[in-house]
């Protein structure tokens, strides 16, 4: 059952009144996009920090994953949506701190595929632009947003995905806004979960571990839990992070070497697992952006540093996920498809393409 308290924001009446209260001293921190896998993530592991409230913003309340969110403890769910910058006004009304992420996905063309650059500028425009009105009251105190890992030498990332650049155009925003002294900038690599999507012919099987990438380039990946990981070490440590840009990723393999990690974990008795790259003609066809991400990839690559990386992790007593654990996991929840046939649809593709 849902109820609306008098902030107009969306309540679980089965969580404890408490929770639902925003006059203790708990920290209130938003989070765009919350419904989303990172923003799940994110949403999670603040809830179980247990020192903030937050709130989980969605354009459906009522949805599956809104009600998922809502069972986690001091978590509110709100509605809103990024292109409507009044809905944003009254979600960040009061809160200590932000979790930004936006999305690039709209509607699905053959050929260019979902991704469009400036759907998500706009989204992280009205983003920052509301921000700012609270860091000039006063009330807002930390902003984090998520981008994607950017390397070193800006010239190395030319050119890149759209939906990159879109992330990247956001920070500088960020520093024309004014607001680089409360800002954290988190940059993630590719998520692990890509390699099990629910996309036919993306997915894990006995024989088969599916990638964009080539086989012997080195990719950076992470779990997606991890991002909620370090996000809350970072809102907990708000002196060490404010003014900073982290590159995040919890591996650099090759696809050959993730196959192989793969067939170790099934034993040598089970049948030759192999890395099979889906063949970028299909891959533009499909989603336009995803083939300049992967020729992106295999020329310049993310740039994380795992070594530095595993020593913060180490001193915020954050312990990453390495992809076998990840592995171990999905095997574990049988959820991994035992069809050889998987990459049915890119052949399809393939054949409809050439
Ligand atoms: N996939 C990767 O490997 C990877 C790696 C690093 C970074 N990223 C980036 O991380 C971001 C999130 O990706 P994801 O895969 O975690 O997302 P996702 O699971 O695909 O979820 C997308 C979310 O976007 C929300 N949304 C869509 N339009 C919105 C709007 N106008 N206003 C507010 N919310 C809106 C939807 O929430 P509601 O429908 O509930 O409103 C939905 O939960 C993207 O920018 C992606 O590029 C992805």
Known sequence: MKSSDKTGLVQNSSNPPENLELNDSKPIIAVTMATSRQGYSVV???????????????????????????????????????????????????????????????????????????????????????????????????????????????????????????????????????????????????????????????????????????????????????????ANAIFKNPQKFQGEALNIAGEEMTGEEMATLWQQLKGQDSPTVSYVMIPRRVVNLIEHDIGLMANWIERTGYGADLKQLKSLADELQITMTPLVNWLKHKDSQSRVSTHPYIFDLPRKFEALSS
């Open 44 to 230: 999670k592991h603040l809830s179980k920090s247990g020192i903030f409230h937050i709130r989980a913003l969605t354009r459906f309340p009522s949805s599956q994953k809104s009600e998922k969110l809502s069972r986690l403890d001091n978590v509110q769910i709100v509605k809103a949506d990024l292109l409507e910058p009044e809905t944003l006004e009254r979600c960040f009304s009061g809160v200590y701190g932000i979790f930004g992420n936006t999305t690039p996905t709209k509607g699905w063309v053959l050929g260019r595929g979902s991704m469009v650059r400036d759907y998500e500028i706009k989204q992280g425009r009205n983003l920052i632009d509301i921000a700012k009105k609270f860091a000039d009251l006063g009330t807002l105190k930390h902003f984090i947003f998520s981008s994607i890992c950017k390397p070193k030498d800006p010239l190395k990332s030319h050119p890149a995905p759209g939906h990159f650049t879109s992330k990247w155009s956001i920070e500088e925003y960020i520093l024309k806004q004014g607001l680089k002294e409360l800002s954290t900038i988190l940059r993630p690599v590719s998520y692990y979960e890509n390699f099990n999507s629910d996309l036919p012919g993306i997915k894990i099987s006995e024989r088969i571990f599916p990638g964009v990438v080539h086989k012997n380039k080195i990719w950076q990946t992470i779990a997606v839990d991890d991002i909620g990981l370090w």
